[in-house]
């Protein structure tokens, strides 16, 4: 996730302190990692190097003096590119999973109790995932980003059946090359 192409997104409603985007940040994507503070602010002063926000004005409202950040015209095709940009899905993807089951097998472990014990942790996660989603109140942002997850742990999981079941096969081919 890139965090300066969110800040924009945040930016894009109107003006916004730096404390203010990051609890924003923070309300919009509830299952990603919260933002620092720092990692806020050195983005902001990026953002403002590039061009592509600008500092509309401080203030103190009683407290610390505030700076208050806004979208340019720049940051705005800069964000609208990005939003219309597509990901694109890895081609292949070798995952720490799959490395370790290697590992596993090439060092004379047990790569069977390595799944099984990596398929516990996974239904563990999925059952805090869905008790989030299916909280009273839960909002469509949660509800969304909980069953994003839980896809890709579910996908996880047929590979690790999967690859359960073909683990005499994997073991033959890695202890021969």
């Known amino acids: 996730m890139s965090t300066r192409h969110i800040l924009l997104g945040l930016l894009a409603s109107g003006p916004s302190h ?3 985007l990051k609890r924003r940040h923070d309300e919009r994507f509830p ?19 590039d061009g592509l926000a600008q500092i509309e004005g401080t203030d103190a409202d009683g407290g610390p003096e505030r700076t208050l950040y806004g979208s340019t015209d720049a940051g705005a095709r ?32 047990d790569p069977e109790a390595y799944l099984r014990a990596q398929r516990a ?13 299916s909280a009273p109140g839960a909002d469509l942002a949660t509800v969304l980003s ?21 683990l005499t096969t994997l073991t033959a081919e890695v202890d021969a090359a």
């Open 18 to 20: 730096g404390y203010d």
């Open 146 to 166: 909980a069953d994003f997850a839980l896809n890709h742990l579910d996908a996880d999981l047929r590979w690790m059946t999967t690859t359960a079941a073909r």
């Open 78 to 109: 800069e964000l609208a590119r990005w939003a219309a940009e597509i990901a694109p899905p890895a081609p292949f993807v070798t995952n720490e999973i799959f490395a370790k089951v290697v590992v596993s097998i090439l060092a004379g472990g």
């Open 121 to 133: 942790a996974h239904m563990e996660r999925m059952r805090e995932l869905t008790a989030v989603k």
């Open 31 to 49: 299952q990603a990692r919260p933002l620092a503070y720092g990692q806020v602010y050195t983005t902001l002063q990026r953002l403002v190097r």
